[in-house]
């Protein structure tokens, strides 16, 4: 019997699932929360799997699954999805031979990748596990395409002191438009009403600036151009890819979005350990 074999990134908020059917990658994603759903889907559509597994839920994972699987470092696998993707759509070339990598799931970590060896050097606790709890409390929704939804229609700048507040009668140092302090004009916050929509505008801003600066400090540490973010997050969230985009060029940086960024876990453990060479 043939064997079938699977890429599964557990995150903590979705897990990811990759597969080859007919010489073409097929994507498929599940909330964590209903992990019991990945394993059921795999038994109705695969007879003999073979299971390359990873993310920061992958031993729950490993405890629940009915068939064998094989643990693949985390960090390993990203970086080695991302190469793929990036040869793949052709952008190896744009990120040149030192690239950083900014993976945006629940929280933000950060590596630089070099040829083929990788080093996590940084990451935080903002990300998309921010965005969905800092509006639910903003704004008590809870659905993330809704969230999506909402943000995109708003507008909330006015909750933000720009640099160009605080240098109200003089030329500023810096460019003007850049925020000097997310939720920071209290006096706006006073004398006017924000909807839904602003609120979570003002947080997917927050969220961009803040992994977006931090990513621009690396790259300047370690003397490369190109910052190349992948991420759920990412994922039908234009706003977010944009905000990030425009503050990484202002900052005298590339950026780069894969598509189908947000698997570059699940491809790099499917192709981990030789497989690349037995399967595509």
Not at 197 to 219: H, K, L, P
Not at 234 to 240: A, G, K, P, R
Request: with cysteine; hydrophobic share 35%; aromatic share 8%.
């Amino acid at each position: 019997m043939n064997k079938e074999y699977l890429g599964v990134d557990v995150g903590g908020t979705l897990s990811k699932i990759v597969y080859r059917l007919e010489g073409e990658w097929r994507y498929k994603k599940v909330p964590t929360t209903r992990l019991e759903d990945v394993d059921q889907w795999i038994q109705g559509r695969f007879h003999n799997p073979v299971i390359h597994i990873t993310g920061g839920k992958a031993g729950l994972f490993t405890q629940k699954s009915v068939f064998p699987v094989k643990k693949i470092n985390e960090f390993e696998a990203t970086c080695e999805g991302v190469r793929h993707l990036l040869e793949e759509n052709g952008q190896y070339g744009e990120a040149g031979s030192r690239f950083m990598v900014t993976n945006v799931g629940t929280g933000t970590s950060i590596h630089v990748v070099e040829g083929d060896s990788y080093e996590r050097i940084g990451g935080s606790g903002m990300g998309g596990g921010t965005l969905l709890g800092l509006s639910y409390l903003l704004t008590g929704e809870d659905n993330y395409d809704t969230i999506l939804t909402l943000g995109k229609q708003g507008n909330g700048a006015s909750l933000n002191v720009t640099v160009r507040d605080i240098y109200s009668h003089e030329n500023p140092p810096i460019s003007g438009d850049l925020t000097a302090s997310n939720f920071g004009n209290v006096s706006n916050m006073k004398e006017q009403s924000f909807s839904q929509e602003d609120y979570i505008a003002a947080v997917v801003r927050m969220i961009g600036e803040t992994i977006t600066t931090m990513s621009v400090q690396a790259a300047e540490r370690l003397k490369t151009d190109t910052v190349v973010y992948i991420g759920s997050t990412f994922s039908q969230h234009d706003t977010l890819r944009d905000i990030v985009q425009g503050y990484t060029e202002l900052r005298g940086k590339k950026a780069l979005f894969l598509d189908h960024g947000e698997y570059s876990g699940a491809i790099g453990a499917f192709l981990n350990k030789g497989l690349k060479k037995a399967v595509l």
